[in-house]
């Protein structure tokens, strides 16, 4: 029998292949953080009675059920059986009050509206005489450019 795997171990998938006598390929896969269906479930599975082998393992279960039985007496630990209760009547749930912030201390009024509109403020614009240019540092960087050296400075730092 062979059996190879994958040369990565940390890659999210660990496959192992195994290739029996009859040359028939069998895979193992072993996945991690992937999502799993509704079968498997750890809610709503209900047991049925517990099936043994053999005797030999029937009688050993019971002996250890008695075992603990008498352990938990022995400590006065009660143990009952656990039953089902299935509530007939409902009532709507009862919310108590929600309590804003602020509730609890006195309105005060806004101020009366003035009656004045609010315009978009102007633009501002550069108007001096210092500023050559806009050089582009990198990629959206728009830096202003006051000198030819700050011009070859900036295409030297691009590389």
């Known amino acids: ?22 040359n028939k390929i069998s895979y193992t896969i ?22 043994f082998r053999t005797a030999a393992n029937a009688a050993q279960a019971r002996e250890l059920r008695s ?8 400590h ?3 143990q009952s059986a656990p039953q089902r ?11 108590p009050p929600v309590q804003y912030r602020g509730s609890d201390q006195p309105r005060i009024p806004s101020l009366p509206f003035t009656g004045g509109a ?10 001096g ?6 050089g582009q540092l990198h990629k959206s960087n728009a830096v202003p450019v006051f000198s030819g050296d700050d011009a070859k400075d900036l295409a030297k730092m691009r590389r």
């Not at 994958?6 to 290739?19: A, F, L, V």
Request: charged residues 35%.
């Open 1 to 22: 029998m062979t059996t190879t795997s994958s040369p990565d171990p940390r890659r999210s998938g660990n496959r192992t292949r195994t290739i029996d006598n009859l």
């Open 30 to 51: 072993d996945m991690t953080m992937h999502l799993v269906g509704p079968y498997l479930t750890t809610t709503g599975k209900k047991k049925g009675k517990q099936r």
């Open 67 to 74: 075992d603990w039985q008498a352990l938990l007496d022995r």
């Open 76 to 78: 006065g630990v009660a």
């Open 85 to 95: 209760r299935r509530k007939t009547d409902f009532e709507p749930m009862k919310r």
């Open 118 to 127: 609010c315009v978009k403020p102007e633009d501002k614009v550069y108007t």
């Open 129 to 134: 005489d210092k500023m050559i240019g806009i």
